[in-house]
């Protein structure tokens, strides 16, 4: 059995990725953000507050005749940019790309921070990290692959996000005609919930690979590349105009400048990301003064290759065999 599910960008900047989840019975269709830096499945619901709730499509588990109140759960979550929610859980049936998974844990909100009020694009996050990495307590619940991964037909999944156009993420099959190099695979770390790896090296504007390794995680949430300073100085010392931006908490640049390519080694193979994937998006509407989409990793204290850097390849989550695998676009 397999699943695919196409994911869309939520915005001219590419922020996020939305991806359309059935819950329930009969299907209450939500638009969530699918995230391999996190693991829980949370949800805006009839729980949430009306004031937050407004402008969001929300899960009502009293109107599915499948959902079961998981008695005593709570579950409270915190991301990278200090957004945050909590709530209780139900147990529901969840279909993603056509495929279902008959008892995934929902985590229902009776709180959500300002950001995700704001976001109404979104109804809460998928998580596609470890399991270990899962908010529910007294008991950690699995993923929604974690419970559908004994019954793929390979125990992985595949992203291929794209800029402003549709893209997929396929369950339980490689397409291997999304890719047009090969794939490199290379051991993945889920001891912290994410899907960590090592970087052999990296390059700017086609040069050859330095041997500078770089260890991060693979993070389909995270919308930049967010590495170390002295990669993002000798990066931006190739862009004439670059500089930081303290109102914007970030290096920008002249939006007409020809950004150079980054490149970096990854089980063998080099996944190069075209400077145009790095030209993010103007700082406001009209604005000449474009945002960088590689920024420092520094106050985070983890690489993140977010989706600027997933953007640029076919990337596999093989969860059988505990690694990663990049394949050029
Ligand atoms: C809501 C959300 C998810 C992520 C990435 N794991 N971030 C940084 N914020």
Redesign the pocket.
Known sequence: QTGSANTNPSDSADDEYITNVSIGTPAQVLPL?F?T??SDLWVFSSETPKSSASGHVTYSPSKSSTAKKLSGASWSIT???H?SSSGDVYTDKVTVGGFSVSSQAVESATKVSTQFVQDTVISG?LGLGFDVGNTVKPRAQKTWFSNAANSLAQPLFTADLKHQQTGSYNFGFIDTTLAKGPIGYTPADGSEGYWGFTATGYSVGGAKLNRNSITGIA?T??TLLLLDDDVVNAYYNNVESAQYDDSQQGVVFDCSEDLPSFSFGVGGTTITIPGSLINLTPVSDGSSTCFGGLQSSADIGINIFGDVALKAALVVFDLGNERLGWAQK
């Open positions: 953000d995230d830096g996190s991301y990278g940019d957004s996050l993070d949430g995270t």
